[in-house]
């Protein structure tokens, strides 16, 4: 359970009905309930980022491309060679 104050302004008050509805259901006060739903939103967040980020370790290990990107890194190593040379 949460115990730090949350203080939101300028709030709109459909977001708040709602809030206090859920917050009812959940058995929660209002600023625990908000509380709860921005630590949720984070973590949804960090697994978004995290499974993203495995799917691309994934391609990477098994030599799989997504569509470009080996012209992608043709494209930006001739331009790195470019400014070698200059």
Do not use: H, Y
């Not at 917050?23 to 993203?52: G, M, T, Y």
């Amino acid at each position: 359970m949460n115990t730090g104050l949350l203080q939101i302004k300028g709030r709109k008050p459909l977001l708040k009905s709602r809030l206090e509805a859920s917050a009812k259901r959940n058995n929660r006060s209002l600023n625990q309930e908000a509380l709860e739903r921005l630590e949720r939103s984070f973590e949804i967040e960090d697994a978004l980022v995290s499974a993203r980020d495995q799917r691309w370790m994934d391609e990477a290990l098994a030599g799989e491309f997504r569509p470009g990107s080996l012209e992608r890194i043709r494209l930006i190593c001739a331009k790195a060679r470019e400014c070698v040379m200059a």
